[in-house]
């Protein structure tokens, strides 16, 4: 969830118990019967770190991916990661891996010089993170296999595929034509297809056995 309460419950362990300013992105962990907390933790910069939706997945090992938007470098990254510094514009996609017991695993940005909208994320049968969302960056990165290696005109729908410990970028592409496009959800196929839902405003969004 999002939140302006500094004092909401986190737990000792956890990745931070501190409000960092603004909106902070906070995820809690609960019971199964939902008596107790297991872990609650802020994960935030100085800007407003709020959330869209679909955007929190459980692997098989229960550690927890999600992402938020992020405003500076300050978001928390680790050593390694695909992204440690922010890449302009208004807003990059913020992703973190969270332990069992809501310890910092993997932190990473992700995003180019303009304003970068994460809105999805599921774990594929490799462990990988797939991430769906939109960008209006024409240097959003995307990999050398890319089915769109270019934006379109204005802003695209994107699919993003990282390697588990948010180290590596796998796969990454634009999917938009003249108009508007966003990636709004997304899952993941038992083949591993990458399958996106959203919205476009029509243009050349790409069409084949419709």
Known sequence: ?????????TTEGAHDRTHNGGVDWYVAK?????????YGTFIGDEGNNWLNTHNLVVDRHGNCYSSTCAFSSAFPTTPGAVQRKFGG????????????TGALLAGTLFGGSA??????IRV???????????????DFPVSDDAYQAAKGSRDDAVI??????????IYGTFLGGSGNDAGRAGC???????????????????????
């Open 1 to 9: 969830c999002q939140t302006r309460s500094k004092d909401i419950p």
């Open 30 to 38: 609960l019971e199964p019967d939902g008596s107790d907390i297991v």
């Open 89 to 100: 514009g208004k807003v990059d996609w913020g992703i973190v891996k969270l332990s069992p």
């Open 115 to 120: 304003l970068d909208n994460p809105d999805g």
């Open 124 to 138: 594929d049968s490799q462990g990988n993170l797939v991430l769906f969302g939109q960008s209006g960056s024409a």
């Open 160 to 169: 993003v595929k990282l390697s588990p410990n948010l180290d590596r970028l």
């Open 188 to 210: 993941v196929g038992a083949d591993g297809s990458m399958i996106v839902a959203g919205n476009s405003s029509g243009g050349s969004w790409p069409i084949k056995n419709a």
